[in-house]
């Protein structure tokens, strides 16, 4: 019992690990075989609009050849495959359960496939990913093994329903990267660091800005398993509720809080970054997009604000100076204006952008013509 514990929370290690990161499907074949003693294993998601076969994920006796065929012509004649999809989802099934160890020798598919590849025993199931997809799942052992057990079986049914989990979590991440990729060449054209996130800060997309704020040493900005962080937990925290606040306001046209502005210093203490999160439409998907500027290299166009919004001279200059990360106060002494006078400028601004806080006006001329490249 405890052995298959211990093998059962391997396995869903690591496959939730693979959900987050393509890369890791490659190895996971051979996990899970290893997990259950046995030399081969095939993971794949058939179906979906073409009705093709995905296969995510095999064991090294399963050369690129022997795929290729199997996918060309073998799938078709699968007798595993063809006998369990009339099985109840969700459970494990032994080989011998669908076909006799007889017929399955007398058939094409063991005869011309499968035998090279040293399969005759199989513990399998299939489980729905999505609506027109259904995972398919094989762990394989050769003529002369003992053959799979209870145990064996019992495991295999504890570990499914975490793999279809993880499975539709991939099938999220790549739906969301694919929505995402259509922003790429719009936020390349902005000089500010833009990066294209999920609910949960994990980067879909991201500007060559962007890049190269994670590639300055002293940089307050990282990205950890394909999640934008910072360097402390507190400030980490802080954007990450930004974020998930700003994904729900693209799911419900209102910001719930509003988040700030996050100042975030240089380990060198060469200047700071000044962090703000905006919600984001793409066709149909929900993400939130990061802004990152530095402040004292940060230029907007004030005329181009004035063209865009109906500013007035003034009004463009007070909302430059709130991009480039002055406060209110600050302003107020370089105008010599009273801090009174230029919090009235920003409500009018706030009411000309149909805006509501200074995060979000930020957010807005950040992701705006103004802050566009020059050409």
């Given amino acids: 019992m405890a052995d298959r514990l211990e093998r059962l929370y391997g396995l ?27 030399h081969s294993a095939g993971l794949q998601i058939v179906g979906g609009d073409d009705g093709s076969t995905d296969i995510l994920s095999t064991t090294a006796n399963l050369t690129v050849q022997a795929v290729e065929a199997y996918r060309a012509h073998y799938v078709s004649t699968d007798v595993w495959i063809r006998r369990a999809s009339s099985l109840k989802p969700g459970t494990g099934v032994l080989g011998q359960e669908l076909i ?23 513990l399998g ?33 504890a570990f499914l329903p975490h793999l279809q989990r993880a499975l539709k979590i991939r099938r999220k991440g790549l739906l969301e990267g694919e929505r995402a990729a259509g922003l790429s060449d719009a936020i390349d054209r902005f000089r500010t660091a833009v990066w294209v996130v999920g609910r949960h800060g994990r980067i879909l997309a991201m ?51 509003p988040h700030p502005p996050i100042r975030l210093e240089f ?49 463009a200059d ?6 480039a990360g002055d406060s209110i106060r600050e302003i107020a002494q370089s105008r010599r204006a ?30 705006s013509l103004a802050n566009l490249r020059s050409a």
């Fill in 12 to 38: 869903v290690d690591l496959v939730y690990g693979a959900a987050l990161d393509e890369s890791e499907w490659a190895g996971a074949a051979a996990r899970i075989a290893d997990a259950f003693g046995t």
């Fill in 100 to 122: 006799s160890d007889a017929d399955l020798i007398r058939s094409e598919f063991w005869q011309d496939w499968a035998r090279h590849q040293r399969q005759f025993h199989v």
């Fill in 125 to 157: 199931g299939l489980m729905p990913v999505s609506e027109d997809q259904t995972l398919v799942l094989a762990v394989h052992a050769d003529r002369f093994w003992r053959g799979f057990d209870e145990d064996d079986r019992q495991l295999f049914g």
């Fill in 207 to 257: 500007n060559g800005a962007a890049q190269d704020v994670l590639e300055l040493p002293a940089s307050p900005l990282v990205m950890r398993n394909s999640v934008l962080a910072t360097r402390r937990g507190e400030t980490t925290n802080r954007l990450l509720a930004a974020i998930s606040a700003a994904w729900a306001e693209d799911r419900s046209d209102r910001m719930r809080q």
């Fill in 267 to 315: 380990l060198d203490a060469s200047g700071c970054l000044h962090v703000v999160v905006a919600p984001s439409r793409q066709d149909g998907g929900r993400h939130a997009l990061v802004f990152a500027s530095q402040p004292r290299l940060q230029r907007t166009d004030a005329a181009m604000l004035k063209a865009l919004f109906g500013l007035s001279t003034a009004e």
């Fill in 318 to 323: 007070i909302v430059a100076r709130l991009v």
């Fill in 338 to 367: 009273s801090v009174q006078t230029v919090r009235s400028q920003v409500k009018t601004v706030l009411s000309k952008t149909n805006t509501r806080t200074q995060a979000q006006l930020v957010g807005l001329i950040m992701g």
